[in-house]
């Protein structure tokens, strides 16, 4: 985002340099990911890491309930191999 401050003499050089010819001066343009600066910065890292540690044991308890309900919907999904009145008990769990 360009600050009103900066807008008119950004504009301003934008012209200048549209009349400067190629044989005269050589323009050297740098593009900058703004994004990966801020996200490579030590603070980010430390926040992400805080976050990653603060959030792991939620984390882990959603991977170990997801696994669980796998292997329910496989046996549900497979009910030749399920004992009577277990696929009540599987759906109700």
Same mark, same amino acid.
């Given at each position: ?10 504009l =301003?050089?934008?012209? %200048?340099?549209a009349?400067? *010819?190629?044989? /005269?001066? #050589? ?7 703004t994004?990966r600066?801020?996200l ?6 430390k926040?992400?890491a ?5 959030? =792991?044991?939620?984390? %882990?308890?959603?991977?170990? *309930?997801?696994? /669980?309900? #796998?292997?329910?919907?496989?046996k ?5 191999k ?6 009540a ?5």
């Amino acid at each position: 985002m360009i600050h009103r401050h900066l807008a008119l003499p950004a504009l =301003a050089l934008v012209w %200048a340099l549209a009349f400067v *010819r190629p044989a /005269e001066a #050589q323009l050297k343009i740098a593009v900058i990911n703004t994004q990966r600066a801020v996200l490579e910065t030590a603070e980010i890292k430390k926040a992400a890491a805080d976050l990653q540690a603060k959030y =792991a044991p939620q984390q %882990a308890e959603v991977d170990k *309930r997801t696994r /669980e309900l #796998q292997q329910i919907q496989e046996k549900l999904d497979n009910p030749s191999k399920l004992k009577p009145g277990e696929g009540a008990e599987l759906q109700a769990e």
